[in-house]
Nanobody
Framework: QVQLVESGGGLVQAGGSLRLSCAAS????????MAWFRQAPGKEREFVAA????????DYADSVKGRFTISRDNAKDTVSLQMNTLKPEDTAAYYC??????????????????WGQGTQVTVSP
């Protein structure tokens, strides 16, 4: 069992930046593929980014490519999402997720076993 806790959300103006962090406890994160998802009010959850256990592979939603960067520090059991050039449409609750085994889960939310409680990101026009 692993517990995930997100932090770093907040209110920012369009064009600004935020850095989200996800801290793990219970088990080391090095065994998991890690990802960020988001969900805006009234919308379905959507994939944002994922990173492999070794950090060699990453995957991004088209909507955030070139603006967001996912990274991880296995020694510190943390995963981060650097978000630049934020847009109002990036407003959502952002969730950290961990996938424990199997093939590359990528954007498939049902492949992830553990989820954090989320952190709110609000981008004003």
């Amino acid at each position: 069992q692993v517990q995930l806790v997100e932090s770093g959300g907040g209110l920012v103006q369009a064009g600004g930046s935020l850095r989200l962090s996800c801290a793990a406890s219970g088990r080391t994160l090095s065994s998991y593929v890690m990802a960020w998802f988001r969900q805006a009010p009234g919308k379905e959850r959507e994939f944002v980014a994922a990173i492999s256990r070794s950090t060699v592979s990453t995957d991004y939603a088209d909507s955030v490519k070139g603006r967001f960067t996912i990274s991880r520090d296995n020694a510190k059991d943390t995963v981060s999402l650097q978000m630049n050039t934020l847009k109002p449409e990036d407003t959502a609750a952002y969730y950290c997720a961990a996938a424990s085994a199997g093939s590359w889960p990528g954007p498939r939310g049902h492949k992830y076993d553990y989820w954090g409680q989320g952190t709110q990101v609000t981008v004003s026009p």
